[in-house]
């Protein structure tokens, strides 16, 4: 029989490295937060109102977008978007390894989906890949800034300009995230946010859309409140995607820390490259060039040929060093249920299938320690020893 020793996988019986788990994520409300929704709650005025209006105009101007519109929640904000931008039957490029809303809200609008492929150290949508994929028929690219990263900005844009394309891009995971110097606001024709409540500014429920042309902005505004120009005056068929103004309480309140937690993430962030680079076998994401990311997940992959385990067991024994981990995702879009009539583009998209059984998502949020990232390190660098083949 062996007796455990400190260096041994706390799997097996070793000491982990953290006494009690690293927090994976810091949600919740402060005290400023709490007081900023009883205020809206003492004032009786529930509907969207002056905090929502105050929300829109600084989270726009923090993104560097003219105009802002809040609503429900980043589905809505999708939908506004390509409600806004996209007729049905249009062809549009968007890809197979994302949240599945960015795609599932282009089918309800009735567009033709076609899956690019992603690229492997960045997450993010393949320029050429893209380019390979466009058709006569093709009317836009609805692009997602995935785990907070921006995608290749430039040579999107390029694209589209050179095939008279719209560009959406699903923001929802990338609040105040930079490209070429400039919040990704400025770019395209419409970012769409989320706050749900996990995210990097979560106020439980609620979205933003974000463009910078007048004419779209009030498309978008009848779109997400019936079409009413005056009262029960209704120009064009909309919905009800209103947010609320103790959600535009919340997040504005929230607003006021976002720059700075989103400058410690990228401090973590940095450090956990530092680290990570050293640990043979496990890859960190790379950022795309001219990109500043808001990290809202810190996603690193397994060469899976250098271990003796899978992901989801290597996952298994970070945990119990006291590491929690996520994946985002466990599949990609081609292997959904409910895009079985688009399984056959997995052809077409083989980095997303591989990308599936590697990636984990590591703790990363403005609350860790620079002590608490580098025992994450630690644990990883344990785990990768005990399995490395
Ligand atoms: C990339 C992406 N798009 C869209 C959404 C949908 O946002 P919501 O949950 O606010 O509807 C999410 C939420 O997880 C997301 O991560």
């Known amino acids: 029989m062996t007796t455990a020793t400190a260096s041994d996988l706390a799997i097996n019986g070793g000491t982990p490295v953290f006494e009690s788990n690293v927090p994976f994520m810091a949600v919740g409300l402060t005290k400023k937060d709490i007081a900023a929704a009883n205020e809206v709650l003492e004032s009786g005025m529930l509907r969207a109102a002056s905090k929502c209006a105050a929300l829109e105009e600084k989270f726009a101007e923090a993104s560097d977008a003219k105009i802002g519109l809040t609503c429900a929640n980043g589905t809505c904000a999708l939908q506004l978007a390509y409600g806004g931008l996209i007729e049905r039957g249009d062809e549009v490029i ?3 390894w994302t949240y599945i809303a960015t795609v599932s809200m282009l089918v309800a609008a009735g567009a033709k989906v ?3 492929d992603c690229l492997e150290d960045s997450y993010q949508a393949d320029p050429a890949d893209i380019e390979k994929k466009i058709t006569p028929n093709t009317k836009a690219i609805a692009v997602t800034h995935l785990y907070g990263i921006p995608v290749d900005i430039d040579a999107i844009q390029a694209i589209a300009d050179k095939h008279g394309l719209k560009v959406i891009y699903d923001s929802a995971q990338a609040h105040l995230a930079e490209y070429n110097g400039k919040g990704i606001g400025a770019y395209g024709d419409a970012c769409t946010y989320s706050f749900y409540a996990t995210k990097n500014l979560g106020t439980g429920e609620g979205g933003m859309v974000t463009v910078n042309d007048e004419a779209l902005a009030k498309k978008i505004g009848l779109l997400r409140s019936h079409g009413e120009t005056d009262k029960y005056l209704h120009e ?4 009800n995607y ?4 103790i959600t535009g309480a919340i997040g504005l ?3 006021d820390t976002l720059k700075e937690e989103t400058d410690r993430r990228r401090e973590v962030a940095e450090l956990y490259a530092s680290r990570i680079d050293g640990i043979e076998g496990v890859d960190r994401p790379v950022p795309t060039a001219g990109s500043n990311p808001a990290w809202h997940l810190y996603t690193c992959r397994l060469d899976l040929e250098q271990f003796s385990c899978t992901r ?5 024994a970070l945990m119990k060093e006291g590491v929690p981990s996520a994946v985002h995702y466990p599949k990609p879009l081609t292997r959904q249920p409910a895009f079985s009539d688009l399984a056959d583009q997995e052809a077409t998209t083989p980095v997303s299938v591989k990308l599936a059984s590697r990636v984990f998502c590591i703790p990363i949020h403005q609350n860790l320690t620079d002590e608490q990232v580098n025992g994450v390190c ?3 660098a344990k785990v990768a020893d005990a399995f490395r083949k």
């Open 236 to 239: 064009s068929i909309g919905f």
């Open 94 to 96: 968007t890809p197979a």
């Open 253 to 255: 309140s929230k607003l």
């Open 242 to 245: 209103r947010m609320n103004d």
């Open 312 to 316: 989801d067991e290597f996952c298994a």
């Open 114 to 116: 076609v899956f690019c």
């Open 378 to 380: 630690d644990a990883i």
